[in-house]
């Protein structure tokens, strides 16, 4: 799949402390629907973690197939985010 971007952005406390990240990757490709509809689209994938003194939490991730508007297909709570669509 043609990678359109990959984003990672820094989640910051007041002090400028580092709170944890957010990642965002967009991707174009194909989104079955539950009807079977086979549809081009962008594939969005959306983690997030947290840190708590300097070390990574807990993570999550969400995928989403975005058309004329977004469509969760998944989420994965606690750092499951390898599995996509």
Known sequence: ????FPETLAI????????GE???EVQ???YKDDLGILTHCLLVHASS???LDKLP??????N????SRIHQVSHH????EDERP
Not at 57 to 62: E, F, M, T
Not at 64 to 67: E, L, N, R
Not at 77 to 80: D, L
Request: glycine share 18%.
């Open 1 to 4: 799949m043609l990678l359109f």
């Open 12 to 19: 910051l406390s007041d002090t400028g402390e580092p709170q």
């Open 22 to 24: 957010l990642t965002i």
């Open 28 to 30: 174009k490709g194909k």
């Open 49 to 51: 973690r947290g840190f």
């Open 57 to 62: 939490q807990r993570a999550s991730g969400a």
């Open 64 to 67: 989403g197939a975005a058309q």
């Open 77 to 80: 709570p606690h750092g499951e």
